[in-house]
């Protein structure tokens, strides 16, 4: 990812004390965007209340385009060092049979399609990450106890929880990551819309002493007498997730006699696993009437809540800081309007709601208990299964959704290119070394042109670079990268577009056809001096 300057990290600060953005909450929400946000220099302030990462794994996965923003702060190869990658997952019936088996989709990211994570040490990472940064200021055991905005930016009150002492710091902006229960949002008055489901369900975290037979495989077991999630996890560690049904003892279910008896119908005796940790949580399908209060934005679960049956919870929110952290930065530097920040929630929100869609349909799917629908689902879904395409197409329709905008911050008029996320295969750069595109790219406003670059100099002028995409065997050139997996020329023709301009994000946000302009830059647009890399 692209820096600054000593120079210019030392003119971020706004003055008199403050910070260019208050961060609210450190969990994996809040910690992406204090790298995200350490990494384009600015000046920031982290308030967490508790001291430590929070013990519990609640997300068990995440995805490609989730690595891939964390490959944007340097840390992706560390990070899947503890991650389980390339594993399938299967829709098994009462006797365990699968009538769905499934390997997800890749979508071009540049890292595998699913990992399975160990949420704790992920955290204490990306924590490891943030301490790269001087620019960024962490105060555990801090509480924000009220937020002012006024026309210059925002004052928060802070509680700091050893000592009970009181103090005010100021921020241009806030990222309020503060998760479900948001305090920053009830102050707001923002409305948080959806439903909580009535099944209430056990989580059941374990330590693997002695592994068993496809003990890293993930199950969905669709069992109507108690439905189950069986679920590997790194780092010697491995989830289940069972349903309170109807006359169970809450209490009782959460004892080691309890877990090891449901476990036993799987063949896990009490000497394979230890018992870590069992708690009971209820479903949530909620949104935030709003994202953005004034100079406020609402980030993560504080945004959001779905249900956790793709394993994107976690993820939505990390999408959220990636979106919001280059566009704050953008326009504390003066280099887009204000303006643009209203296309954070018209961006992230319909993508959430669609995410959580899917998410709730697998759900009905893994928690079918009608007997008579699951005999018809168990017989008729292997058939499916065997049909060319089927699980394709389930993934497609059914599991996690292209990275794609359909409105927010692209030119008019759209194009087919417009809105989504260029892939990211290995490139061959000038000097003969194979790296990821985004490592090409530094996380800047580019323009990449497939074959001999049309002229544009609308964005000549503004100091965009343009990147020349050239097919595979060709020889490396400055000002150019050969397309060494013979990703990106694909895709360009097929989305009818021989350039385009990248946003920092790397989602198109224009694009143009064999010897055509693209259209102009966006409205304010004036980029500072060049960035240099880290």
């Not at 365990?96 to 990992?115: C, D, E, L």
């Not at 490891?128 to 937020?147: F, S």
């Not at 806030?174 to 909580?196: F, K, P």
């Not at 020349?468 to 050969?482: C, D, I, N």
């Amino acid at each position: 990812m692209s820096g600054i300057s000593a120079e210019e990290r030392a003119g971020t600060s706004v003055g008199n004390g403050a910070y260019d953005v208050a961060v609210i909450g450190y969990g994996p929400t809040g910690v992406t965007a204090a790298n995200l946000l350490g990494a384009l220099g600015l000046r920031v302030v982290v308030l967490e209340r508790d001291a430590e990462v929070y013990s519990r794994a609640r997300a068990i996965s995440t995805d490609e385009e989730v690595v891939r923003i964390w490959q944007r702060i340097g840390l992706a190869d560390r990070l899947k060092q503890d991650m389980l990658a390339e594993r399938p997952l299967d829709f098994v019936d009462a006797k365990g049979r699968a009538f769905v088996t499934a390997r997800p989709t890749p979508r071009g990211h540049g890292h595998p399609p699913q990992m399975f994570i160990y949420q704790p040490a992920l955290e204490q990472v990306l924590r490891d990450g943030v301490d790269r940064y001087p620019n960024v200021e962490i105060l555990l055991r801090h509480e924000c106890l009220r937020i002012r905005q006024d026309a210059d930016g925002v004052e928060l009150t802070v509680l700091g929880t050893v000592d009970d002492s009181v103090r005010r710091v100021r921020a241009k902006y806030v990222i309020a990551a503060d998760g479900g229960s948001s305090l920053t949002r009830a102050q707001l008055n923002v409305g948080y819309e959806g439903r909580t489901y009535e099944d209430r369900w056990v989580v059941v975290d374990t330590e693997m002493l002695t592994p068993w037979p496809d003990h890293d495989r993930l199950r969905f077991r669709c069992d109507p007498d108690r439905p189950a999630v069986d679920c590997p996890t790194p780092l010697g560690h491995h989830r289940w997730e069972f349903p309170i049904l109807p006359g169970d003892d809450e209490k009782y279910l959460v004892t080691d006699d309890a877990i090891h008896s449901m476990v036993a119908k799987y063949g896990i005796g009490r000497d394979q696993i230890r018992i870590q940790r069992a708690t009971v949580y209820s479903h949530h399908v909620r949104f935030a009437a709003r994202f953005r209060v004034g100079r406020v934005f609402l980030a993560g679960d504080a945004a959001h809540a779905m249900p956790p049956w793709i394993g994107q919870g976690m993820a939505a929110g990390v999408r959220d800081a990636a979106n919001l952290c280059w566009k704050l930065a953008a326009v504390l530097r003066g280099e887009l309007p204000e303006s643009v920040l209203d296309s954070y929630e018209a961006e992230r929100k319909p993508h959430v709601k669609e995410v959580t869609r899917r998410a709730v349909f697998v759900g009905r799917i893994i928690t079918e208990r009608r007997r008579a629908v699951t005999r018809v689902r168990d017989a008729v879904m292997p058939v499916l299964n065997r049909v060319g395409g089927f699980s394709e197409w389930l993934q497609d329709s059914h599991w996690i959704p292209v990275a794609h905008y359909a409105e927010g911050l692209q030119a008019r008029p759209r194009t087919k290119a417009a809105g989504h996320q260029i892939p990211q295969p290995w490139v061959t750069g000038a000097d003969g070394e194979r790296v990821r595109l985004d490592d090409v790219l530094g996380g800047d406003w580019r323009l990449l042109h497939l074959g001999l670059p049309t002229p544009q100099p609308a964005w000549k002028r503004l100091g965009v670079e343009s990147l020349a995409v050239l097919p595979v065997g060709s020889r490396p050139t400055e000002g150019a990268v050969v397309d060494s997996d013979g990703v990106l020329l694909p895709w360009l023709t097929g989305h009818r577009a021989t350039t385009v301009a990248l946003r920092p994000d790397a989602y198109v946000y224009a694009a143009a056809s064999a010897g055509a302009q693209l259209p102009p830059p966006p409205a304010g647009f004036a980029p500072a001096s060049r960035l240099i890399a880290t």
